[in-house]
Nanobody, 115 residues
Framework: QVQLVESGGGLVQPGGSLRLSCAHS????????MGWHRQAPGKQRELVAS???????SYADSVKGRFTISRGNDKNTVYLQMNDLKPEDTALYYC?????????WGQGTQVTVSS
């Protein structure tokens, strides 16, 4: 059973920073990629950033240069450092994992950017 537990969301002013964390329970074997998606009210869910087993990363154009995805040394934790946050970054952020070909999702953590 795969569980993904997110933390680190909250309310921040425009221009501020937040760091999201996601802890994956279980063995790292079989994990191909981990990442973050987000969904804003009335919008489709979108991929924000991902990192694969070789630590190659990819980002949505809207967050390039502002967000950084990384993995912990144990490879069971993934982080999303978010800088220069904008109101349009407001969304529910989900940690995701592809393991043995199956997609897994966390429960989500809310990020609200507002003055």
């Amino acid at each position: 059973q795969v569980q993904l537990v997110e933390s680190g969301g909250g309310l921040v002013q425009p221009g501020g920073s937040l760091r999201l964390s996601c802890a994956h329970s279980g063995s790292i074997f079989g994990i191909r990629t981990m990442g973050w998606h987000r969904q804003a009210p009335g919008k489709q869910r979108e991929l924000v950033a991902s990192i694969d087993n070789g630590d190659s990363t990819s980002y949505a154009d809207s967050v390039k240069g502002r967000f950084t995805i990384s993995r912990g040394n144990d490879k069971n934790t993934v982080y999303l450092q978010m800088n220069d946050l904008k109101p349009e970054d407001t969304a529910l952020y989900y940690c995701t994992c592809v393991k043995y070909g199956t997609n897994y999702w966390g429960q989500g953590t809310q990020v609200t950017v507002s003055s």
